[in-house]
């Protein structure tokens, strides 16, 4: 068990790749705060099916937007816990459409929760990690940072401040033994890639060289990594879990 | 009030802490940035406990000013602290032992004002006032 007894917080985590990670977390040992906005059902057989594979899981309410919610968020969760160690900062939306159509709520949204929902969750938790001398902090990013689509200004911009953020911040706390690092996952089959993967059709499987959709416990495995003593000398890196998306091409 | 020779131990056992250093490493003169390493999380790191241990607020750049002089040059010229500039040290950091310091005013060799004894007599002063 990699993170045997480590407190960690996953954001957005009742669905998606954050649902994956916090299995695979629990599964390593940890004991893993299930942050959650709206889907409370999701969030609490969540919880009890990590119960139930003999892990600690639980459920907090919080928009990652709020800052004040944030910081209750990780009081509580160290109330409950004791010092956290670990943060990922999952938690993301999409409103693709094209930047003519886009209203400037469209693209605060996307921005709000996405890249100001790392901030806060990073500010809230920074010093408690510096004075542990000890943390992992793990961002979401997106192979959509660096080669986007159509539709995605403001997703592709939250994306690629998170890049920017993860390395400024590793920086800030590597003097402290705290990495920062961010994953950046290709086409993965939750309920947010749907509309992308049904509009897209068997096109994108051909553009990926692994030929296959990635599933939420890909990006899970490189995030236990980053959590684990393994990744102790990596820090402001940003990892591309793709299939090979990003190369850009396909064999002939 | 505890006695100067008490607020110099928890001083030093707050650096021991904050800065991850041995005891033995830390003297009245030594200095936070070059002898025991302080970056500048770690100043902050610093204020935060000595708030704790000693019950008192450090307003934000009250103990570690930072951009002193924000480039006016009245204060700095060709590098050097002048006159004037050092009058602004002594009512910024009244706590600072300038001595040193005045006999050759390198800007550079500001962050050398930063030293253990400093935040103690920072610590004195401020329990003073607080009574």
Redesign the interface.
């Known amino acids: 068990m990699r993170l045997k007894d480590q407190v960690a917080i996953v954001t957005g985590g009742s669905r998606g790749i954050g649902r994956g990670i916090v299995k695979a977390f629990a599964a390593e040992g940890a004991k893993v705060a299930v942050v959650y906005k709206g889907s409370q059902s999701a969030a609490e057989s969540l919880v009890a099916e990590v119960g139930q594979a003999g892990g600690t899981a639980a459920a907090f309410q919080c928009d990652v937007a709020d800052y004040d919610a944030a910081v209750k968020v990780v009081e509580a969760v160290e109330a409950k816990w004791g010092p956290i160690q670990i943060v990922v900062n999952n938690a993301g939306i999409i409103r693709d459409m094209l930047l003519v159509r886009m209203k400037p709520e469209d693209f605060d949204a996307v921005i709000r929760t996405n890249l100001h929902g790392t901030f806060n969750f990073c500010n809230a938790l920074a010093m408690k990690l510096a004075q542990q001398r000890k943390g992992r902090i793990i961002n979401i990013s997106s192979v959509a940072a660096e080669h986007t689509n159509a539709c995605q200004t403001n997703y592709a911009a939250s994306k690629g401040a998170i890049n920017s953020f993860t390395r400024a911040l590793a920086i800030e706390l590597a003097g402290r033994g705290v990495t920062v690092n961010a994953i950046a996952p290709g086409f993965i089959e939750t309920d947010m890639s749907e509309a992308v993967r049904n509009k897209g059709g068997d096109l994108i499987k051909k553009l990926i060289p692994l030929k296959r959709l990635g599933q939420p416990d890909d990006i899970a495995k490189a995030a236990v990594f980053l959590a684990s003593p393994d990744a102790a000398y990596i820090t402001g890196q940003v990892i591309t879990v793709d299939g090979g998306l990003s190369l850009g091409a396909t064999a002939v | 009030m505890p006695s100067q020779a008490e607020i110099y131990q928890k001083v030093s056992a707050t650096l021991v802490d904050a800065l991850?250093v041995e005891q033995e490493e830390i003297k009245p003169t030594s200095t936070l940035q070059g002898d025991l390493g302080a970056?500048?999380?770690?100043f902050?790191?610093i204020v935060?406990r000595l708030e704790r241990e000693f019950g008192i607020k450090i307003p934000r750049n009250e103990l570690f000013p930072e951009s002193i002089f924000q480039g006016d040059p009245e204060f700095v010229q060709n590098g050097k602290v002048t006159a004037k500039g050092l009058e602004e040290l002594r009512q910024k950091m009244p706590f600072a032992d300038l001595s040193g310091f005045e006999k050759n005013p390198e800007l550079s060799a500001i962050s050398d004002l930063f030293t253990v004894e400093m935040i103690a007599k920072y610590i004195e002063g401020k329990l003073q006032n607080k009574k």
């Open positions: 991850n970056e500048s999380i770690d902050l790191d935060f």
